[in-house]
């Protein structure tokens, strides 16, 4: 293989399933520095699972079943703010969403800023120039690692089940930045077949030509949402649609920031059957596994 990758396989004690667990490998770190392992914890303050001080990127591997595999993969990037990972609510309930229509999802831990023992509290009581400066130091990394994680599943299709050319990265808000940096940094060994910025922070992550061969694009947003993201997913469509390359925008009139797949009584609870349609009519999952 042209990278040296590590397949981990942990057996979670409490549901008696192997959890498969992919180290990505960790590049330049720059002048990052952490302190201690990465933790997962409920977070009191945004009132979900979360992943903070993450230093090595990994993956979290779910399969779909074998007679329903649709052979197109997806990897996905929870937000946070570069400080913390929606890990359930942007990650693994996507991912398991994804799986059960054939579709072979990877949720990243992505290298993020170094933290102490509550990244959630930290990003809430840090000025927001600041955090976005610390999130601007750590963004190359991030995409480094999104790069790495398609390069990975291309190099293993035949492993995974997958078709090599059928490989998609889906991510929320500081997420979805990593997601536009991986639209825009690719090269041929790992870009992406499709992407989808889900509200992505683009003030961390600025809108950008695409390239000629850009991959088609989903966009999801909301127009209430409390960051002003809506401003830059509407730039970000525009730019896709000047430059003539394929692009949807679904821009909802309510549903703030961080839905996810949180649901909230309204038409953006059902963002990812919208996304699930638009994948089937560009080809990027067979009709066949509906």
Known sequence: ???GFTLLFLICSLTFYAQEIIALPKTDDGNLEWVGPEKTFFSQIWK???VTNVSQPSMQVFRPKS???SGTAVVVAPGGGLYALSIENEGTAV???LAKKGVTTFVLKYRLVPTGD??????MSTPPATVLQKAGEVLPFAVTDGLNAIAHIRENASTYGINPNKIGFLGFSAGGAVTMGVGYDYTEENRPDFLVPVYAWTDAQAVQKPKTNAPPMFIVCASDDPLG???GSIALYSSMLEAN???SLMMYSKGGHGFGMYPQGL???TWIERFYDWAISRDLIPKSVQ
């Not at 509550?118 to 990003?123: H, I, M, P, R, S």
């Open 67 to 69: 007679e329903n595999n």
């Open 95 to 97: 991912a398991e969403w």
């Open 48 to 50: 979900t699972q979360v």
């Open 1 to 3: 293989m042209k990278i």
């Open 245 to 247: 390359k394929n692009v």
């Open 229 to 231: 993201l809506a401003k």
């Open 267 to 269: 038409p953006s609870d």
């Open 118 to 123: 509550d990244g959630t509290a930290e990003v």
